[in-house]
């Protein structure tokens, strides 16, 4: 869907699903947005001020939902896209925390996140297809800038587990699939070292790691031990 609404020129608006439902409909109606796709938000059609929005949910059949793709010609495919494939459009709109207010709604563009991810690129000097896990939210700038986008950069691999973040099945999945790369919050790895206890063995092809936000400073020693990773 990501990379769908894109070429499209659609603008996207991820929501974290962990908000309550009247922040939910907070930055449905301040977006002034057209569409939820996959959010399960049945109140919507009793509320006046969302009249606005129609919902798809996801649990129907996929099979379905490309059926009705199929229904429309491809010019008409061809010419949506030539009419809003702007560099400077609007591809995303996220949302700040509103830890001291409403949520802002950031307003970004084609060409600043391809700009900014493809400098990730470069300033992480990233190998041709590099293999990344990515235990953070997709909803979040930091997962979709510095991971989904600099992956296609380079033919690289995104590696994500269907479930929430947990340190045991994190470290098995890296380890499975050969991971080079994680990108998480200081949080997540301190309960990868402490809680999953990684032994270096297990992970040979390791050699990068960003972790972002407040950290104590025992983690970057640590976390270069524990996978033998020179690029933190």
């Known amino acids: 869907l990501m990379l769908a609404l894109a070429k499209m020129g659609v603008v996207k608006i991820p929501v974290n699903m962990g908000l309550g439902e009247d922040e939910k409909f907070y930055v449905l109606k301040q977006s002034e947005a057209n569409w939820a796709i996959g959010i399960k938000l049945p109140a919507v059609e009793k509320r006046e001020d969302l009249k606005q ?4 949910n996801t649990n129907d059949s996929w099979d379905d939902i490309f059926k009705a793709g199929e229904s429309i010609p491809d010019e008409t495919i061809e010419a949506i ?5 702007d560099p400077k459009g609007v591809c995303d709109i996220m949302y700040t925390s509103g830890s001291t207010s ?5 307003m970004l563009t084609h060409d600043m996140l391809l700009r900014s991810s493809y400098a990730t690129c470069r300033t992480r000097l990233m190998e041709e297809g590099r293999r990344l896990f990515i235990p953070i939210p997709f909803y979040h700038i930091f997962a979709y800038n510095e991971g989904i986008l600099p992956m296609m950069y380079v033919g690289g691999t995104i590696i994500i587990s269907e479930h929430k973040f947990e340190p ?11 991971a080079n790369d994680i990108i998480c919050v200081s949080f997540v790895m301190i309960q990868i070292l402490s809680e ?9 092809h390791m050699h990068a790691a960003y972790w972002a936000s407040t950290c104590p400073e025992w983690v970057w020693d640590a976390g270069r031990k524990a996978f033998g990773i020179t690029d933190v």
């Open 102 to 106: 409403f949520p802002k709604g950031v």
């Open 196 to 204: 999953g206890k990684p032994k270096l063995e297990d992970f040979p």
């Open 53 to 56: 929005v129609r919902l798809i």
């Open 168 to 178: 045991l099945e994190t470290l098995e999945l890296m380890k499975k699939y050969e």
């Open 81 to 85: 896209e030539e009419q809003y494939r």
